[in-house]
Protein backbone atom coordinates (compact mmCIF):
# COMPACT_ATOMS: atom_id res chain seq x y z
CA UNK A 1 0.00 0.00 0.00
CA UNK A 2 1.55 3.02 -1.21
CA UNK A 3 0.68 6.16 -0.46
CA UNK A 4 1.48 10.09 -1.36
CA UNK A 5 4.79 10.93 0.53
CA UNK A 6 5.06 14.29 2.29
CA UNK A 7 9.27 13.44 2.84
CA UNK A 8 11.50 10.72 3.65
CA UNK A 9 13.29 10.35 6.44
CA UNK A 10 15.58 7.63 5.64
CA UNK A 11 16.39 5.61 2.80
CA UNK A 12 17.23 1.96 2.66
CA UNK A 13 21.34 2.58 3.87
CA UNK A 14 19.90 4.67 6.11
CA UNK A 15 17.16 2.05 7.81
CA UNK A 16 19.73 -0.73 7.68
CA UNK A 17 22.45 1.64 9.51
CA UNK A 18 19.70 2.26 12.27
CA UNK A 19 18.42 -0.82 12.93
CA UNK A 20 22.43 -2.09 13.35
CA UNK A 21 22.75 0.63 15.60
CA UNK A 22 20.14 -0.32 17.82
CA UNK A 23 21.14 -4.05 17.11
CA UNK A 24 24.72 -2.86 18.74
CA UNK A 25 23.07 -0.92 21.63
CA UNK A 26 21.11 -4.26 22.37
CA UNK A 27 24.91 -6.15 22.24
CA UNK A 28 26.12 -3.47 24.61
CA UNK A 29 24.06 -4.98 27.91
CA UNK A 30 23.69 -7.99 28.93
CA UNK A 31 22.20 -10.06 25.87
CA UNK A 32 22.91 -13.77 27.61
CA UNK A 33 19.21 -14.32 28.62
CA UNK A 34 17.52 -11.82 25.45
CA UNK A 35 14.58 -12.94 23.56
CA UNK A 36 13.53 -10.73 20.56
CA UNK A 37 9.74 -10.45 19.87
CA UNK A 38 8.23 -8.45 16.83
CA UNK A 39 4.85 -6.93 17.16
CA UNK A 40 3.08 -7.31 14.50
CA UNK A 41 3.16 -6.21 11.19
CA UNK A 42 6.20 -4.23 10.64
CA UNK A 43 7.99 -4.88 13.81
CA UNK A 44 8.17 -8.69 12.90
CA UNK A 45 10.55 -8.07 9.78
CA UNK A 46 12.52 -5.73 11.84
CA UNK A 47 12.80 -7.74 14.89
CA UNK A 48 14.17 -10.65 12.40
CA UNK A 49 16.79 -8.25 11.01
CA UNK A 50 18.12 -6.73 14.54
CA UNK A 51 18.22 -10.64 15.75
CA UNK A 52 20.13 -11.52 12.82
CA UNK A 53 22.98 -8.46 12.90
CA UNK A 54 23.14 -9.60 16.52
CA UNK A 55 23.98 -12.98 15.12
CA UNK A 56 26.38 -11.42 12.82
CA UNK A 57 27.96 -9.22 15.90
CA UNK A 58 28.21 -11.56 19.14
CA UNK A 59 27.31 -15.06 17.49
CA UNK A 60 24.79 -15.30 19.59
CA UNK A 61 21.51 -17.02 18.36
CA UNK A 62 18.30 -15.28 19.16
CA UNK A 63 15.20 -16.59 19.64
CA UNK A 64 12.84 -14.57 17.45
CA UNK A 65 8.66 -14.72 18.53
CA UNK A 66 5.78 -12.84 17.39
CA UNK A 67 2.47 -11.26 18.60
CA UNK A 68 -0.62 -9.54 17.58
CA UNK A 69 -2.16 -7.13 20.29
CA UNK A 70 -5.81 -6.82 18.82
CA UNK A 71 -7.33 -8.99 21.44
CA UNK A 72 -5.88 -6.20 23.78
CA UNK A 73 -6.66 -3.10 22.32
CA UNK A 74 -8.42 -0.72 24.32
CA UNK A 75 -10.49 0.80 21.63
CA UNK A 76 -13.08 -1.89 21.45
CA UNK A 77 -16.08 0.05 22.55
CA UNK A 78 -15.52 2.84 19.88
CA UNK A 79 -14.87 1.26 16.72
CA UNK A 80 -16.76 -0.13 14.46
CA UNK A 81 -15.53 -3.14 12.95
CA UNK A 82 -13.51 -5.27 14.43
CA UNK A 83 -10.24 -5.06 13.10
CA UNK A 84 -8.19 -8.17 11.21
CA UNK A 85 -6.30 -10.54 13.74
CA UNK A 86 -2.65 -12.12 12.91
CA UNK A 87 -1.22 -14.81 14.52
CA UNK A 88 0.59 -14.54 17.64
CA UNK A 89 4.09 -17.28 17.50
CA UNK A 90 5.82 -17.33 20.60
CA UNK A 91 7.37 -20.88 20.20
CA UNK A 92 9.48 -20.95 23.64
CA UNK A 93 8.93 -19.80 27.53
CA UNK A 94 9.34 -16.24 28.02
CA UNK A 95 9.42 -17.00 32.17
CA UNK A 96 12.83 -15.55 33.33
CA UNK A 97 13.50 -13.68 29.96
CA UNK A 98 14.88 -10.28 29.30
CA UNK A 99 12.24 -9.43 25.93
CA UNK A 100 13.26 -7.14 23.24
CA UNK A 101 10.20 -6.03 21.93
CA UNK A 102 10.00 -4.40 18.73
CA UNK A 103 7.91 -2.53 17.28
CA UNK A 104 8.03 -0.02 14.04
CA UNK A 105 6.86 3.17 15.17
CA UNK A 106 6.00 4.42 18.36
CA UNK A 107 2.80 6.97 18.88
CA UNK A 108 0.55 7.19 21.27
CA UNK A 109 1.66 4.06 23.82
CA UNK A 110 -1.46 2.47 23.45
CA UNK A 111 -0.33 -0.96 21.15
CA UNK A 112 2.78 -1.40 23.65
CA UNK A 113 0.89 -1.28 26.69
CA UNK A 114 -1.60 -3.75 25.07
CA UNK A 115 1.38 -5.90 23.81
CA UNK A 116 2.53 -5.57 27.43
CA UNK A 117 -0.77 -7.01 28.80
CA UNK A 118 -0.39 -9.41 26.11
CA UNK A 119 2.65 -11.06 27.13
CA UNK A 120 2.04 -11.05 30.85
CA UNK A 121 -0.75 -13.75 29.90
CA UNK A 122 2.49 -15.56 28.07
CA UNK A 123 4.78 -15.97 31.15
CA UNK A 124 6.29 -13.64 33.20
CA UNK A 125 9.57 -12.15 31.79
CA UNK A 126 12.40 -11.09 34.25
CA UNK A 127 12.26 -7.80 32.28
CA UNK A 128 11.02 -6.45 29.27
CA UNK A 129 12.71 -3.53 26.96
CA UNK A 130 11.28 -1.48 23.97
CA UNK A 131 12.79 -0.79 20.47
CA UNK A 132 11.04 1.88 17.80
CA UNK A 133 12.68 3.10 14.95
CA UNK A 134 10.92 6.51 15.17
CA UNK A 135 9.12 7.93 18.05
CA UNK A 136 6.36 10.46 16.22
CA UNK A 137 5.78 11.66 19.43
CA UNK A 138 2.06 12.43 21.38
CA UNK A 139 2.34 9.88 24.16
CA UNK A 140 -0.69 9.14 25.53
CA UNK A 141 0.48 6.51 27.77
CA UNK A 142 3.69 6.65 30.37
CA UNK A 143 5.78 4.71 27.65
CA UNK A 144 8.97 5.44 26.48
CA UNK A 145 10.97 3.27 24.30
CA UNK A 146 14.56 2.17 25.88
CA UNK A 147 15.93 2.12 22.32
CA UNK A 148 14.87 4.41 19.27
CA UNK A 149 15.82 5.05 15.79
CA UNK A 150 15.24 8.71 15.36
CA UNK A 151 12.66 11.09 16.74
CA UNK A 152 10.32 12.87 14.44
CA UNK A 153 7.36 14.86 15.82
CA UNK A 154 4.60 14.52 13.53
CA UNK A 155 1.89 17.06 12.76
CA UNK A 156 -1.88 16.43 13.22
CA UNK A 157 -2.43 15.67 9.53
CA UNK A 158 0.59 12.86 8.97
CA UNK A 159 1.96 10.25 10.02
CA UNK A 160 5.11 8.05 9.91
CA UNK A 161 5.70 4.79 7.57
CA UNK A 162 8.10 2.56 8.06
CA UNK A 163 8.21 0.29 4.64
CA UNK A 164 10.26 -2.68 4.91
CA UNK A 165 11.63 -5.10 1.93
CA UNK A 166 9.60 -8.27 3.33
CA UNK A 167 5.79 -6.47 3.08
CA UNK A 168 6.33 -3.19 1.22
CA UNK A 169 8.82 -4.48 -1.47
CA UNK A 170 10.91 -1.12 -0.52
CA UNK A 171 12.97 -0.07 2.67
CA UNK A 172 12.92 3.42 3.50
CA UNK A 173 10.85 5.79 6.35
CA UNK A 174 8.31 8.13 5.14
CA UNK A 175 6.21 10.90 6.45
CA UNK A 176 2.86 10.37 4.46
CA UNK A 177 -0.22 12.28 4.63
CA UNK A 178 -2.88 10.80 7.02
CA UNK A 179 -5.40 8.75 4.56
CA UNK A 180 -8.67 10.43 4.65
CA UNK A 181 -11.88 8.23 6.18
CA UNK B 1 -6.71 -1.41 4.55
CA UNK B 2 -9.90 0.07 4.67
CA UNK B 3 -11.34 -2.98 2.33
CA UNK B 4 -10.13 -5.40 4.61
CA UNK B 5 -12.03 -4.49 7.42
CA UNK B 6 -15.24 -4.66 5.00
CA UNK B 7 -15.12 -7.99 4.38
CA UNK B 8 -17.23 -8.96 7.32
CA UNK B 9 -20.34 -5.98 8.25
CA UNK B 10 -22.81 -8.69 9.41
CA UNK B 11 -24.64 -7.94 12.58
CA UNK B 12 -25.98 -11.87 13.36
CA UNK B 13 -25.15 -15.15 12.58
CA UNK B 14 -27.99 -16.77 11.24
CA UNK B 15 -26.40 -19.15 8.79
CA UNK B 16 -24.12 -19.87 5.97
CA UNK B 17 -26.48 -19.10 3.08
CA UNK B 18 -25.55 -16.11 1.32
CA UNK B 19 -21.91 -15.99 3.01
CA UNK B 20 -19.26 -15.33 0.39
CA UNK B 21 -15.83 -17.17 0.31
CA UNK B 22 -14.00 -14.57 1.43
CA UNK B 23 -16.25 -13.92 4.45
CA UNK B 24 -15.96 -17.23 5.65
CA UNK B 25 -11.97 -17.35 4.68
CA UNK B 26 -11.97 -14.30 7.17
CA UNK B 27 -13.68 -15.83 9.92
CA UNK B 28 -11.62 -19.14 9.83
CA UNK B 29 -8.63 -16.91 9.41
CA UNK B 30 -9.53 -15.23 12.66
CA UNK B 31 -10.24 -18.25 13.95
CA UNK B 32 -6.94 -19.77 13.63
CA UNK B 33 -5.61 -16.63 15.71
CA UNK B 34 -7.97 -17.60 18.47
CA UNK B 35 -6.77 -21.32 18.11
CA UNK B 36 -3.33 -20.01 19.09
CA UNK B 37 -5.11 -18.21 22.01
CA UNK B 38 -6.49 -21.56 23.61
CA UNK B 39 -3.31 -23.40 23.37
CA UNK B 40 -1.97 -20.84 25.43
CA UNK B 41 -0.67 -21.25 29.51
CA UNK B 42 -3.52 -18.25 30.21
CA UNK B 43 -6.39 -19.51 27.97
CA UNK B 44 -7.83 -16.01 27.80
CA UNK B 45 -7.77 -12.45 26.20
CA UNK B 46 -9.59 -9.21 27.73
CA UNK B 47 -11.14 -8.84 24.09
CA UNK B 48 -15.01 -8.71 25.34
CA UNK B 49 -14.66 -7.36 28.89
CA UNK B 50 -18.17 -5.49 29.77
CA UNK B 51 -19.99 -7.86 26.78
CA UNK B 52 -22.69 -9.83 28.24
CA UNK B 53 -24.15 -12.82 26.08
CA UNK B 54 -26.85 -14.88 27.12
CA UNK B 55 -26.84 -18.65 25.81
CA UNK B 56 -30.80 -19.55 25.35
CA UNK B 57 -30.92 -22.91 25.01
CA UNK B 58 -34.25 -24.51 24.25
CA UNK B 59 -33.19 -27.32 23.30
CA UNK B 60 -30.57 -30.07 25.11
CA UNK B 61 -26.96 -30.14 23.84
CA UNK B 62 -24.03 -30.56 25.69
CA UNK B 63 -21.04 -29.36 23.35
CA UNK B 64 -22.55 -26.75 22.17
CA UNK B 65 -23.13 -25.14 24.63
CA UNK B 66 -20.02 -25.97 26.63
CA UNK B 67 -18.03 -24.30 23.61
CA UNK B 68 -19.93 -21.17 23.44
CA UNK B 69 -19.76 -20.68 27.17
CA UNK B 70 -16.12 -21.73 27.31
CA UNK B 71 -15.37 -19.27 24.17
CA UNK B 72 -17.38 -16.66 25.54
CA UNK B 73 -15.34 -16.74 28.81
CA UNK B 74 -11.75 -17.15 27.01
CA UNK B 75 -12.86 -13.53 25.50
CA UNK B 76 -13.77 -12.59 28.83
CA UNK B 77 -17.06 -12.04 28.32
CA UNK B 78 -19.60 -12.25 31.18
CA UNK B 79 -21.62 -15.89 29.97
CA UNK B 80 -25.08 -16.12 31.43
CA UNK B 81 -27.15 -19.33 30.74
CA UNK B 82 -30.82 -20.10 30.08
CA UNK B 83 -32.20 -23.22 29.51
CA UNK B 84 -36.28 -23.74 29.01
CA UNK B 85 -36.35 -26.48 31.37
CA UNK B 86 -37.06 -25.39 34.51
CA UNK B 87 -38.23 -21.37 33.29
CA UNK B 88 -41.03 -19.48 32.25
CA UNK B 89 -41.53 -21.05 29.47
CA UNK B 90 -43.45 -24.11 31.25
CA UNK B 91 -45.31 -21.41 32.76
CA UNK B 92 -47.16 -20.33 29.14
CA UNK B 93 -44.46 -17.18 28.65
CA UNK B 94 -44.11 -16.50 24.86
CA UNK B 95 -40.68 -16.49 23.28
CA UNK B 96 -40.70 -13.32 22.47
CA UNK B 97 -41.62 -12.16 26.00
CA UNK B 98 -38.77 -14.47 27.43
CA UNK B 99 -35.96 -13.03 25.39
CA UNK B 100 -37.64 -9.39 25.50
CA UNK B 101 -37.46 -9.79 29.25
CA UNK B 102 -33.68 -10.82 29.12
CA UNK B 103 -32.65 -7.88 26.85
CA UNK B 104 -34.10 -5.43 29.37
CA UNK B 105 -31.52 -6.60 31.75
CA UNK B 106 -29.27 -4.90 29.26
CA UNK B 107 -27.15 -8.15 27.43
CA UNK B 108 -25.41 -7.46 24.44
CA UNK B 109 -25.38 -10.96 21.93
CA UNK B 110 -27.91 -13.29 22.25
CA UNK B 111 -26.72 -17.57 21.17
CA UNK B 112 -29.91 -19.13 20.42
CA UNK B 113 -30.65 -23.38 20.24
CA UNK B 114 -33.99 -23.73 19.25
CA UNK B 115 -36.52 -26.85 17.50
CA UNK B 116 -38.35 -24.51 15.27
CA UNK B 117 -36.31 -23.01 12.04
CA UNK B 118 -36.37 -19.63 11.95
CA UNK B 119 -36.31 -18.88 15.65
CA UNK B 120 -32.81 -16.71 15.01
CA UNK B 121 -34.17 -15.04 12.31
CA UNK B 122 -37.58 -13.58 14.50
CA UNK B 123 -35.17 -12.77 17.32
CA UNK B 124 -33.70 -10.51 15.08
CA UNK B 125 -36.72 -8.76 14.72
CA UNK B 126 -37.70 -8.23 18.47
CA UNK B 127 -34.25 -7.26 19.99
CA UNK B 128 -31.28 -5.20 19.44
CA UNK B 129 -28.87 -7.33 20.60
CA UNK B 130 -26.40 -9.88 17.67
CA UNK B 131 -28.38 -13.11 17.31
CA UNK B 132 -26.45 -15.80 16.96
CA UNK B 133 -27.69 -19.47 15.38
CA UNK B 134 -26.56 -22.47 17.87
CA UNK B 135 -29.00 -24.60 15.85
CA UNK B 136 -32.57 -23.59 14.61
CA UNK B 137 -34.31 -27.63 13.82
CA UNK B 138 -33.30 -28.68 11.11
CA UNK B 139 -32.40 -25.35 8.99
CA UNK B 140 -28.68 -24.71 10.01
CA UNK B 141 -26.06 -24.76 12.51
CA UNK B 142 -23.74 -22.21 11.00
CA UNK B 143 -20.78 -22.42 14.04
CA UNK B 144 -20.95 -26.27 13.41
CA UNK B 145 -20.46 -25.71 9.60
CA UNK B 146 -17.86 -23.11 9.81
CA UNK B 147 -15.92 -25.63 12.66
CA UNK B 148 -16.45 -28.49 10.58
CA UNK B 149 -15.21 -26.11 7.00
CA UNK B 150 -12.33 -25.34 9.85
CA UNK B 151 -11.09 -28.65 10.50
CA UNK B 152 -11.36 -29.90 6.42
CA UNK B 153 -9.00 -27.17 5.46
CA UNK B 154 -6.52 -27.39 8.67
CA UNK B 155 -6.25 -31.11 7.49
CA UNK B 156 -6.27 -30.53 3.61
CA UNK B 157 -5.23 -27.23 3.15
CA UNK B 158 -7.57 -25.06 0.25
CA UNK B 159 -10.62 -26.99 -0.37
CA UNK B 160 -11.31 -25.33 -3.31
CA UNK B 161 -12.16 -28.52 -5.73
CA UNK B 162 -11.76 -31.01 -2.97
CA UNK B 163 -15.12 -33.50 -2.44
CA UNK B 164 -16.78 -33.88 0.76
CA UNK B 165 -19.73 -36.58 1.25
CA UNK B 166 -22.28 -35.38 4.31
CA UNK B 167 -23.55 -39.17 5.31
CA UNK B 168 -26.97 -39.92 6.68
CA UNK B 169 -29.77 -38.16 8.41
CA UNK B 170 -29.83 -35.15 5.56
CA UNK B 171 -33.29 -34.19 6.32
CA UNK B 172 -33.83 -33.71 9.99
CA UNK B 173 -30.28 -32.54 10.96
CA UNK B 174 -29.18 -28.70 10.86
CA UNK B 175 -25.13 -29.38 10.32
CA UNK B 176 -25.68 -30.44 6.19
CA UNK B 177 -27.36 -26.97 5.17
CA UNK B 178 -24.29 -25.41 6.79
CA UNK B 179 -21.80 -27.56 5.66
CA UNK B 180 -22.87 -27.51 2.03
CA UNK B 181 -23.55 -23.50 1.84
CA UNK B 182 -20.24 -22.37 3.54
CA UNK B 183 -18.20 -25.52 1.61
CA UNK B 184 -20.12 -24.68 -1.67
CA UNK B 185 -19.24 -20.86 -1.15
CA UNK B 186 -15.50 -22.03 -0.56
CA UNK B 187 -15.51 -23.69 -3.81
CA UNK B 188 -15.57 -27.61 -2.49
CA UNK B 189 -17.57 -30.21 -4.17
CA UNK B 190 -20.13 -31.66 -1.98
CA UNK B 191 -22.45 -34.99 -2.29
CA UNK B 192 -24.76 -36.57 0.18
CA UNK B 193 -25.74 -40.01 0.71
CA UNK B 194 -28.39 -41.60 2.82
CA UNK B 195 -31.44 -43.54 2.60
CA UNK B 196 -34.24 -41.94 0.61
CA UNK B 197 -36.24 -41.36 3.88
CA UNK B 198 -33.59 -39.36 5.11
CA UNK B 199 -33.27 -37.60 2.21
CA UNK B 200 -34.92 -34.20 2.23
CA UNK B 201 -37.18 -33.37 -0.49
CA UNK B 202 -35.96 -30.37 -2.26
CA UNK B 203 -32.28 -31.62 -1.30
CA UNK B 204 -31.87 -31.14 -5.47
CA UNK B 205 -31.87 -27.32 -5.07
CA UNK B 206 -28.80 -26.69 -3.28
CA UNK B 207 -26.53 -27.66 -5.99
CA UNK B 208 -25.22 -31.56 -4.55
CA UNK B 209 -24.37 -34.73 -5.92
CA UNK B 210 -27.28 -37.56 -4.48
CA UNK B 211 -26.09 -41.12 -3.84
CA UNK B 212 -28.38 -43.62 -2.41
CA UNK B 213 -25.38 -46.20 -1.90
CA UNK B 214 -22.63 -46.52 0.13
CA UNK B 215 -20.38 -47.33 -2.26
CA UNK B 216 -20.99 -44.13 -4.71
CA UNK B 217 -20.32 -42.05 -1.75
CA UNK B 218 -17.16 -43.72 -0.98
CA UNK B 219 -16.07 -43.70 -4.53
CA UNK B 220 -17.00 -39.76 -5.13
CA UNK B 221 -15.57 -38.47 -1.56
CA UNK B 222 -12.17 -37.72 0.38
CA UNK B 223 -13.54 -36.45 3.57
CA UNK B 224 -16.55 -38.33 4.61
CA UNK B 225 -18.90 -35.66 7.70
CA UNK B 226 -20.70 -38.32 8.82
CA UNK B 227 -24.04 -37.40 10.48
CA UNK B 228 -25.69 -39.22 13.93
CA UNK B 229 -28.21 -40.98 13.18
CA UNK B 230 -30.84 -39.78 15.56
CA UNK B 231 -32.47 -43.30 17.66
CA UNK B 232 -35.91 -41.77 17.79
CA UNK B 233 -36.10 -41.79 13.96
CA UNK B 234 -36.43 -45.46 13.85
CA UNK B 235 -39.79 -45.45 15.52
CA UNK B 236 -41.01 -43.00 12.98
CA UNK B 237 -40.72 -45.96 10.64
CA UNK B 238 -37.91 -44.27 8.50
CA UNK B 239 -35.37 -47.46 8.49
CA UNK B 240 -35.74 -50.79 9.68
CA UNK B 241 -33.67 -51.28 12.75
CA UNK B 242 -29.73 -49.51 13.48
CA UNK B 243 -28.16 -52.97 12.35
CA UNK B 244 -29.88 -52.49 8.83
CA UNK B 245 -28.44 -48.55 9.04
CA UNK B 246 -25.21 -49.44 10.01
CA UNK B 247 -24.97 -52.84 7.46
CA UNK B 248 -26.08 -50.22 4.95
CA UNK B 249 -24.88 -47.12 5.77
CA UNK B 250 -22.15 -47.48 8.48
CA UNK B 251 -18.28 -46.26 8.22
CA UNK B 252 -16.22 -48.75 8.75
CA UNK B 253 -12.75 -49.66 8.25
CA UNK B 254 -13.77 -52.57 5.88
CA UNK B 255 -15.49 -50.14 3.52
CA UNK B 256 -12.46 -47.70 4.35
CA UNK B 257 -9.66 -49.57 3.24
CA UNK B 258 -11.42 -50.62 -0.35
CA UNK B 259 -10.21 -47.54 -1.66
CA UNK B 260 -6.77 -46.21 -1.61
CA UNK B 261 -7.62 -42.53 -0.01
CA UNK B 262 -6.16 -40.54 2.47
CA UNK B 263 -9.49 -40.17 4.17
CA UNK B 264 -10.42 -37.56 6.60
CA UNK B 265 -13.54 -38.83 9.17
CA UNK B 266 -15.66 -36.39 10.49
CA UNK B 267 -18.57 -36.28 12.98
CA UNK B 268 -20.26 -33.48 14.28
CA UNK B 269 -21.31 -35.80 17.80
CA UNK B 270 -22.64 -37.09 19.68
CA UNK B 271 -21.77 -40.29 18.45
CA UNK B 272 -23.24 -43.76 17.82
CA UNK B 273 -20.65 -46.01 18.22
CA UNK B 274 -21.44 -48.71 16.31
CA UNK B 275 -24.70 -47.39 14.07
CA UNK B 276 -23.13 -45.05 11.57
CA UNK B 277 -19.48 -45.11 12.43
CA UNK B 278 -17.25 -48.21 13.86
CA UNK B 279 -15.44 -47.46 17.02
CA UNK B 280 -12.41 -48.59 14.47
CA UNK B 281 -12.75 -45.63 12.80
CA UNK B 282 -13.83 -42.88 15.20
CA UNK B 283 -10.88 -43.76 16.74
CA UNK B 284 -8.84 -43.98 14.40
CA UNK B 285 -6.24 -42.21 12.57
CA UNK B 286 -8.31 -40.92 9.87
CA UNK B 287 -10.36 -39.04 12.15
CA UNK B 288 -10.17 -35.77 12.88
CA UNK B 289 -13.44 -35.63 15.28
CA UNK B 290 -12.22 -34.47 18.23
CA UNK B 291 -10.03 -31.10 16.30
CA UNK B 292 -13.30 -30.62 15.24
CA UNK B 293 -14.55 -30.21 19.10
CA UNK B 294 -11.18 -28.27 19.89
CA UNK B 295 -11.79 -25.70 16.82
CA UNK B 296 -15.01 -25.24 17.73
CA UNK B 297 -14.64 -23.00 20.51
CA UNK B 298 -11.69 -21.13 18.24
CA UNK B 299 -14.13 -20.65 15.66
CA UNK B 300 -17.05 -19.69 18.20
CA UNK B 301 -14.72 -17.21 19.82
CA UNK B 302 -13.97 -15.63 16.28
CA UNK B 303 -17.65 -15.16 15.61
CA UNK B 304 -18.03 -13.71 19.06
CA UNK B 305 -15.32 -11.58 18.34
CA UNK B 306 -16.07 -10.89 14.71
CA UNK B 307 -20.20 -9.95 15.75
CA UNK B 308 -19.35 -7.66 18.82
CA UNK B 309 -18.03 -4.64 16.44
CA UNK B 310 -20.43 -1.69 17.23
CA UNK B 311 -21.65 1.49 16.18
CA UNK B 312 -19.99 4.88 17.76
CA UNK B 313 -22.62 6.38 20.42
Known amino acids: MKSKVKSQLLDKKGLKDTIQRVAENIISTDISNVVIIGMQTRGVPIAERIAEMIRKKSGKKMKVGVIDVTFYRDDFRIRLKQPEIQLSDIPFSIDEKDIILVDDVIYTGRTVRAALAALMDYGRPSSIKLVSLVDRGHRELPIQPDFNGLEHKTKSDEEIQVRVEEIDGEDGIFVVPIPKK | ?313
Open chain 2, 1 to 313: MKNKNNVFSRRHLLGLEGFTGREITHILDTARSFREVIERPIKKVPTLTGITVVNCFFEASTRTRISFELAEKRLSADPVNFSSSGSSVSKGETLRDTVRNIEAMKIDMVVIRHASPGVPLFLTKVLDAAIINAGDGSHEHPTQGLLDIYSMREKVGDLKGKKVCLIGDIKHGRVPLSNIYGLQALGAEVGVCGPPTLMPRFIDDVGVKVFTRIDEALEYADILNVLRIQLERQKGGLFPTLREYHDQYGITMARLERYKKDWVIMHPGPINRGVEIETAVADGDYSIILDQVTNGVAIRMAVLYLLSGREID
